[in-house]
C-alpha cells in the first residue's frame, strides 16, 4: 500500500466528514450547541474547539513545522461558532498539501516532539498521523451521539459513503 495514498484518503475523510458533521451542526440552536451534552469536552462547541486545538493548533504544527506549542486541550481557541467552523475547515483542508508534500520514506521514520507535559516523545510516523485522523472520527462520534439525544438528524460519516460519493462524482 502506497502510504501517501492512504494517508490522502484520510485527510479527505476527514474534511469530507468535518463538512457533514457541521452542517449538522448548523441546525441547533445556540443553548444546544453550547449545552452540557456530556461529552469529555462537554458541549457540542467544546469538543468541536477540542478538536481545532489538537488537530490543528498541536498535531499539524508539530508534523508541519516540528513545533509542539503548548495549548491546554480544553483551551477555547475560538469562542464565536461561526469562525469555529470556519477555521475547522480551513486546518482540515491544510492535510492534503502537506502530506503530499512528504517523500514516501517520511512515512517509515519518526515524528519527534514535545508531550504537553513537557517531555520528549519519539513516535512511529505513520502511526502518529494515523492518531490524528482517528481522534477526529473519535469526537465526530460523540458529537452525532449528541445530536441524536438532542433529537437532531445525524449526519452519517462512515468513511465509505465518502468513497462512494466520490465514486459517483464526474
Given amino acids: 500500500m502506497n502510504p501517501i495514498a492512504h494517508f490522502l484518503t484520510l485527510a479527505r475523510y476527514n474534511a469530507w466528514a468535518t463538512q457533514r458533521l457541521l452542517d449538522g451542526v448548523a441546525a441547533l440552536s445556540e443553548q444546544d450547541y453550547r449545552r452540557d451534552a456530556g461529552l469529555f469536552f462537554k458541549s457540542i462547541h467544546g469538543t468541536l474547539n477540542h478538536l ?30 461561526a469562525s469555529l467552523a470556519e477555521r475547522l475547515l480551513q486546518g482540515a483542508a491544510h492535510w492534503q498539501p502537506l502530506i503530499e508534500s512528504w517523500p514516501v520514506e517520511r512515512f517509515d521514520g519518526v ?24 481522534h477526529g472520527t473519535h469526537h465526530r462520534g460523540q458529537i452525532t451521539a449528541a445530536l441524536t439525544q438532542l433529537g437532531q438528524p445525524c449526519p452519517e460519516l ?8 466520490e465514486q459517483t462524482q464526474p
Wanted: aromatic share 10%; hydrophobic share 45%.
Fill in 111 to 134: 515524528l519527534s516532539y514535545t508531550t504537553m507535559r513537557g517531555t520528549q516523545a519519539t513516535l512511529p510516523f505513520a502511526a502518529t498521523l494515523a492518531h490524528v485522523f482517528n
Fill in 52 to 81: 481545532l486545538v489538537g488537530e490543528h493548533l498541536i498535531w499539524r504544527r508539530r508534523f508541519a513545522e516540528g513545533l509542539s506549542p503548548i495549548v491546554a486541550l480544553n483551551d477555547e481557541a475560538e469562542p464565536d461558532r
Fill in 158 to 165: 462512515d468513511l465509505v459513503y465518502m468513497l462512494q460519493q
